[in-house]
């Protein structure tokens, strides 16, 4: 079957056929999903619940994985999903959903800002690919927004500022502006704040955009409230409905974004629900920022 992508966003996002992500891929089906991520970055799959060695297995023919260890606040008697998995579910190791006042769900919200994967490690992710096992009933989109429209029509002004800015990200600065600040000194050294560059340029597309997420909470340089001042007068421009596709989600979609062109986040839906999505996620080069800077 022929591959065929169609745009379905205002500037990005495409939907692609003739790929089974369930089935080991050719050479040229690898090369057919890269070439549509770098022009479109966020790609939908319309397909069948897959295995997690299926994910695995395809998410392994696109990139080197990247690991989830010590990114939540389960423990380790709780995780339901091997390592190699981001649980982005909103259940329990019982596979119940979590009650509304649990810690792990209310640390999980902070995937309602925007932000962009792994931002706070030092080497953030390249791509995410998001599998979903059951839907809520209402509610539970994820939304997508076009950093590199972002950073084409930010004025010349912001632009200027923006270059070669660094800024921390951390965890911990995500969950601050939601009011959950109850981590423990464990939680609190592992989530040690990293650096990144604010604009930043893809590496095979060669164009800039703005590396943007809630985790970031200070500019190096700057005093603090001007910094996240700034960096929330970017997040609302680089936002605006015109820059954001919005996936609602099927059982068997797949969805594959780049982390370094797009921020996304979660919308909500009724605690009670099932929601069970599956994260694999890639590695990207490496840091954005000499660490020596
Ligand atoms: C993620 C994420 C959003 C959602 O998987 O990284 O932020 O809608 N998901 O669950
Ligand atoms: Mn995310």
């Not at 065929?4 to 790929?19: L, N, S, V, W, Y």
């Not at 421009?237 to 921020?263: C, E, P």
């Amino acid at each position: 079957m022929p591959v065929k992508t169609r745009q379905i966003g205002p500037c990005f996002a495409g939907e692609i056929d003739g790929i089974d992500p369930a089935k080991p891929l050719s050479p040229a089906e690898v090369d057919a999903i890269h070439a549509g991520m770098d022009e479109y970055a966020v790609l939908v799959f319309h397909g069948r619940p897959m295995t997690q060695k299926e994910q695995l297995d395809f998410t392994r023919s696109l990139g080197e994985l990247e690991h989830s260890t010590g990114t939540s606040l389960r423990a380790a008697k709780d995780i339901r999903l091997p390592s190699v998995f981001a649980d982005v579910s909103n259940l329990d190791k019982d596979e119940k959903p979590f009650l509304r006042d649990d810690r792990r769900r209310l640390f999980a919200i902070g995937n309602r800002l925007w932000h962009s994967d792994s931002s706070f490690k030092t080497t953030p992710a390249k791509y995410s690919l998001l599998h979903c096992l059951s839907v809520a009933s209402k509610g539970g989109n994820t939304e997508f927004a076009d950093m590199r429209a972002a950073y084409d029509t930010l004025d010349g002004e912001r632009k200027a500022l923006a270059e070669g800015l660094v800024c921390e990200h951390s965890q911990i600065y995500s969950r601050q502006q939601l009011g959950f600040m109850d981590l423990t000194e464990e939680e609190k050294l592992r989530f040690a704040p990293v650096l990144q560059t604010l604009v930043r340029t893809h590496p095979s597309t060669g164009r800039k955009s703005l590396y943007l997420s809630s985790h970031a909470g200070s500019i190096i340089g700057w005093p603090v409230p001007e910094a996240r001042f700034f960096l929330r007068d970017l997040t609302e421009h680089a936002t605006q409905r015109r820059f954001v596709y919005s996936h609602k989600w099927a059982v068997g979609d797949l969805v594959i974004w780049d982390n370094r062109r797009t921020m996304h986040r979660a919308r909500p839906y009724p605690p009670e629900d099932r929601r069970d999505m599956r994260r694999t996620t890639l590695q990207g080069e490496g840091p954005t920022v000499s660490q020596a800077a």
